[in-house]
């Protein structure tokens, strides 16, 4: 369907190079996954030549891993590590924008991407 609205929004005379494609986050779960699998096959399609599907990835990876309950149960650092998990699994499946809400997860991240240069 991302393709679809892409192809639409353009014949609306709106520039591709402004289009980012947001797939619904899931934190975790099967939520996770699901998105995991989508975005994979997205990012596979845009390096395979499809210009609809070649556009940036954004994954609002903070607001849905605090709303989980695990997030919230009141252990010091869990909802931190959910927001990393969460984060590094979306990194791993193509996203290029990852909106974080703790800022002890983005030095985590950030860590992480550093690891992953070498």
């Not at 980012?20 to 997205?42: D, K, P």
């Not at 990393?84 to 909106?99: E, F, K, P, R, W």
Request: charged share 20%.
């Amino acid at each position: 369907i991302a393709k679809q609205l892409n192809i639409l929004i353009c014949d609306m005379q709106f520039s591709a190079d402004k289009i980012v494609i947001h797939h619904a986050t899931g934190a975790l779960g099967y939520g996770l996954e699901y998105t995991y699998s989508i975005m994979e096959r997205t990012r596979l399609a845009g390096l395979s030549g499809d210009r609809m599907l070649s556009m940036p990835m954004i994954n609002f990876v903070g607001q849905e891993a605090w709303r989980t309950k695990e997030a919230k149960t009141g252990q010091k650092d869990t909802g931190i590590l959910w927001e990393v998990a969460t984060a590094t699994a979306y990194l791993n499946s193509g996203a290029d924008i990852l909106v974080m809400n703790h800022p002890k997860a983005v030095e985590q991240i950030n860590k992480a991407i550093k690891a992953l240069k070498g």
